[in-house]
């Protein structure tokens, strides 16, 4: 069994690419593909990580080289990219690199925003899918909670992710930067879901005026409901999403986030309008379709790397303590596989010393050698003296299993006792 990662995120594609291999969460396209990965030979357990900053592909194999090659075309065909630019774009991982990604990925080093906290959240749902359908077992599900402990203890060790930035905060501090202040300024908010969610508590924090829609008005009920019972002052009102075509001509700032498979804003909706607008697109796929219009600025996730960079001195100073924790947790990981290694072996054992114990005590006893009735004591007795005897032995399995280069050693002996019968 190996561990291996392809991965496509803000780092090595852009958004336009990005978009197209973006797989929604319970969507029965991504629940095909996780079915299509796992019945393939070469793979035995798969989750797929999709947010809008990245696609990861975390998969349990036996043969890294067929596995790429089947992912990769299996890939080109659901996308409709290329195998040459699939395969030009993407990073991928190994075994222990392939750990340390993943760990650093669920401690938020490797996010566009470095110490933000919904990247373990959204990583807790796409394992709980996968396992929910079958399609991750027990080598992922090792490794995906191990990389939740090494997140908790980024996050308890260091100040990476206090205060921490979000893409929805840079969206709006970046429409305070061109607007000056906030305070009074109509934005209209398009979704209900988390990234959502985040923009309209930033928004109500710097005094702005949320007029907020969603398809299924009910959710924005529910959010609605849930800002006035936090802050009773804030101003915030629900619209009919029908009205989506009036308020963006009405509003000066706009922010959407919905998971729509396809564009909900498209230049025929867009008139004029006495005020300059500025539209957030915080969805990948975006939710604004290419508008070209004299007065609106349309800015994408892409474009608010400048503001999350200039946010992040704090969490690039705790960067090297993060990633040094994450190293100790990548080499504490491996050790702890390769003593599940030995835990069979050292149990053979131990059974196979006290199956012999028995026989030859009942012999003992059948012969006369020893009485009857000092069976049990002497059994006892018999046990003792095993385990004494085999202490320093299974410490000495267990030491040379938490040595990679030993591990040849160690494969010869369980031969060896397999060839002896003692296995």
């Known amino acids: 069994m190996e561990y291996y990662i392809l991965s496509y995120t803000h780092k090595n594609t852009d958004l336009s690419l990005r978009e197209k291999l973006v797989f929604e969460i319970r969507n029965q396209h991504t629940k095909d593909f996780l079915f299509a990965l796992v019945e393939n030979k070469f793979i035995q357990e798969a989750v797929i990580l999709s947010t809008c900053n990245r696609i990861e592909f975390i998969l349990s194999v036996n043969n890294i080289p067929k596995t790429e090659e089947f992912l990769l075309a299996k890939l080109s065909d659901y996308s409709k990219i290329t195998l040459e630019e699939l395969k030009k774009t993407a990073d991928s991982y190994e075994n222990i690199s392939a750990i340390h990604h993943l760990f650093s990925v669920a401690s938020s080093l490797d996010s566009l925003v470095v110490g933000e906290t919904q990247i373990s959240g959204q990583l807790k749902s796409a394992f709980r899918f996968s396992y929910d359908l079958g399609c991750c077992g027990l080598a992922l599900s090792r490794a995906i909670h191990f990389a939740f402990r090494c997140a908790a203890s980024v996050r308890n060790s260091t100040d990476i992710s206090k205060n921490s930035v979000s893409v929805a905060s840079a969206a709006v501090a970046k429409a ?47 959010l609605c409901e849930e800002i006035m019972h936090i802050n009773p002052q804030a101003k915030i009102r629900v619209e009919s999403f029908k009205e ?39 969805a990948v796929p975006r939710d604004i ?52 290694n030995v835990e069979p072996l050292i149990k053979a054992i131990r059974q196979q010393a006290k ?57 010869r002996l369980d031969f060896f006792l397999v060839e002896s019968k003692i296995l």
Not at 304 to 328: C, M, P, S, T
Not at 360 to 373: H, S, Y
């Open 355 to 411: 199956e012999s114990a028995q026989k030859e005590l009942a012999r003992g006893i059948a012969k006369g050698f020893l009485p009857k009735e000092y069976e049990k004591n002497i059994e006892k007795t018999l046990h003792n003296a095993f385990n004494t005897f085999l202490h320093n032995f299974t410490v000495g399995l267990k030491t040379i299993a938490n040595t990679p280069k030993e591990m040849g050693s160690l494969k």
């Open 244 to 282: 989506l075509g009036n308020l963006i001509n009405k509003v000066p700032l706009l922010f959407t986030a919905t998971g729509a498979p396809h564009s909900i804003i498209t230049q025929d909706m867009v008139e004029d309008f006495s005020q300059k607008r500025f539209w957030f697109d915080l």
């Open 176 to 222: 305070k930067v061109i607007l000056k202040d906030l305070k009074g300024i109509q934005a209209l908010v398009i979704g209900a879901g988390e990234m959502s969610t985040l923009c309209v508590k930033h928004l109500i924090n710097n005094g702005a005026e949320i007029i907020l829609i969603n398809r299924e008005i009910k959710n924005a009920y529910f």
């Open 289 to 340: 379709d290419g508008i070209i219009q004299e007065g609106i600025s349309v800015f994408s996730i892409d474009d608010l790397e400048d503001i999350v960079k200039e946010n992040l001195a704090l969490r690039e100073r705790q960067a090297d303590i993060a990633y040094a924790i994450i190293g100790k947790f990548t080499q504490q990981f491996f050790a702890w596989l390769q003593s599940l």
